[in-house]
């Protein structure tokens, strides 16, 4: 089992940035494919982004490549999403995911965090 809690989410206008952060803890966290979904309301939860267990590999959504960088610090048990230049519909509840297998992270992670609020405004 693993435990994953997300924070640095908050208001701020168009153009600004934030950086989320994600705690894990529970298992081997260096071992694990990490991941950040959103759900913005009235849609489905989408893929955002993915990072390996090593970091040497990295995979962004086409609606946020170039503006929001994945990375990870395995010694912190962390996984952060830097996000720069957003939009007001960036806005949504942003999860952390964490699988076992690449190849599953971008869709169907074995674990979620609690989520986290990003509000864009215009």
């Known amino acids: 089992q693993v435990q994953l809690v997300e924070s640095g989410g908050g208001l701020v206008q168009a153009g600004g940035s934030l950086r989320l952060s994600c705690a894990a803890s529970?298992?081997?966290?260096?071992?694990?494919?990490m991941g950040w979904f959103r759900q913005a309301p009235g849609k489905e939860r989408e893929f955002v982004a993915a990072i390996s267990w090593s970091g040497g590999t990295t995979y962004y959504a086409d609606s946020v490549k170039g503006r929001f960088t994945i990375s990870r610090d395995n010694a912190q048990n962390t996984v952060y999403l830097q996000m720069n230049s957003l939009k007001p519909e960036d806005t949504a509840v942003y999860y952390c995911?964490?699988?076992?297998?690449?190849?599953?992270?971008?869709?169907?992670?074995?674990?979620w965090g609690q989520g986290t609020q990003v509000t864009v405004s215009s």
């Open positions: 529970g298992r081997s966290f260096s071992s694990s494919a």
């Open positions: 995911a964490a699988a076992d297998r690449w190849i599953v992270i971008t869709t169907t992670p074995h674990y």
